[in-house]
């Protein structure tokens, strides 16, 4: 017999203009996480507008450290409200869960990170600005260590929100070069779950859903930003993307991502770089085991990422960098295949090429 551990949001509001449908926030005062950089938009000042009363705080840019998450719960405890939005990316809506789940304990993040048997006593509503993480669908929220560098997790069913907001109006802004890393990255999360050794047949149903959606959808929202049933697709499938590594894992490609993000290459653009070259390098016939393979890896090559030149990565950080991507044992343990040091590296020079 086999056992799957359902766990989804319970409410999901999508659709143009959705975010104005949100009435939790109306009812009591919010504490409204977001970032610097989302702070200064238009798009912001709206939905601040819409989800007042707040107390808003802004986290730094970049991938969250524990130490931020921290300063973030902190400030939290001293507000006294009862309701927890995430409005902004994935490192935003992890923090936002975090949050929520130890703002009513005495406990510190670093110390909850492997607890999985946390509880939640106030409401969480993450709305997510970019098609691509899908935190907001998943019980992982992902930090950096502080002291090592190394990216650690704090997993538990209680970072499940209570309502998501999948609203279209809040991703037109996005710089095409954003929209295309992290639409990658959603499909890095549909493609690794559904390969993973821990795959079901319900996980493939929201797995190749998000596939199919992906592969018609984000060259659309390059093309015509305007287009917002496109972004609209492509919150659904980042959606779709998170809820299939919530029963499945993601594998390879992230775990060999985290090597580059330790040397500041945005996670998105990682796995973006890697996709195709992990899928060559450790499957067989990739063509054979993955919908739509071949064509999802020629979108891949004509979207706007960013090249690894841009980074303070070197063909010489290649053995490291191999060697620390075996640390991440729980992601490659997913891989259908044993991924070696010397493969690793092999791929990591490749880049270079």
Same mark, same amino acid.
């Given at each position: ?6 766990? #989804? ?15 939790? /926030? ?12 989302? /702070? ?18 802004? $986290?730094?840019?970049?991938? *969250? ?7 973030? +719960? ?6 006294? @409200? ?12 992890? @923090?936002?869960?975090? %949050?929520?789940?130890?703002?009513? &304990?005495?406990?510190? @993040? ?13 409401? +969480? %509503? ?10 907001? =669908? ?5 930090? #950096? ?15 499940? *929100? ?28 549909? !493609? ?26 984000? *060259? ?27 029963? =499945?894992?993601?594998? =390879? !490609?992230?775990?060999?991502?985290? &090597? ?17 070259? !992990? ?11 993955? *919908? ?5 890896? %020629? ?15 070197? $063909? ?6 191999? =060697? ?6 729980? +992601?490659?343990?997913?891989?259908? %295949? ?16």
């Amino acid at each position: 017999m086999s056992l799957i551990h359902n766990g #989804i949001p319970s409410w999901v509001h999508y659709g143009v203009n959705a975010l104005k449908e949100l009435s939790a /926030s109306g009812e009591k005062k919010a504490f409204l996480i977001s970032d610097e950089n989302l /702070s200064r938009t238009e798009m912001f000042q709206t939905a601040l507008t819409i989800l007042a009363p707040a107390e808003v705080y802004l $986290l730094p840019m970049g991938e *969250p450290k524990i130490s931020d998450a921290q300063r973030a +719960l902190d400030a939290f405890r001293k507000c006294g @409200v009862e309701c927890v939005i995430g409005l902004g990316g994935g490192s935003v809506l992890d @923090v936002a869960k975090t %949050v929520a789940v130890l703002g009513k &304990s005495d406990s510190t @993040v670093k110390e909850s990170i492997g607890n999985q048997l946390l509880t939640r006593q106030v409401e +969480l %509503v993450l709305v997510p600005t970019t098609a691509g993480t899908g935190s907001e =669908a998943t019980r992982n929220c992902l930090f #950096i260590d502080d002291q090592t560098g190394v990216k650690c997790a704090l997993i538990a069913d209680a970072c499940l *929100p209570d309502s998501v907001v999948l609203d279209p109006v809040l991703t037109r802004s996005l710089p095409p070069a954003i929209a295309a890393f992290t639409g990658v990255d959603a499909l890095c999360h549909c !493609v690794e779950s559904y390969i993973s050794r821990n795959h079901s047949p319900i996980s493939r149903i929201w797995s190749l859903a998000g596939i199919e959606r992906i592969r018609e959808w984000l *060259p659309q929202t390059i093309d015509r930003r305007e287009d917002d049933e496109a972004r609209q697709q492509m919150l659904f499938a980042s959606f779709f993307g998170g809820v299939a590594l919530a029963y =499945a894992g993601t594998t =390879a !490609v992230h775990a060999l991502a985290y &090597s580059l993000g330790k040397r500041g290459v945005p996670h998105g653009v990682a796995n973006s770089l890697l996709f195709e070259p !992990v899928m060559r390098a450790t499957l067989k016939k990739p063509e054979e085991q993955i *919908p739509y393979f071949s064509e999802l890896c %020629v979108m891949i090559h004509r979207l706007p990422i960013p090249t690894l030149d841009r980074y303070a990565v070197r $063909l010489e950080d290649a053995p490291a960098m191999a =060697a620390e991507a075996m640390n991440q044992t729980r +992601l490659l343990r997913n891989h259908p %295949v044993e991924v070696q040091e010397e493969m690793a590296r092999e791929i990591f020079e490749g880049l270079f090429q």
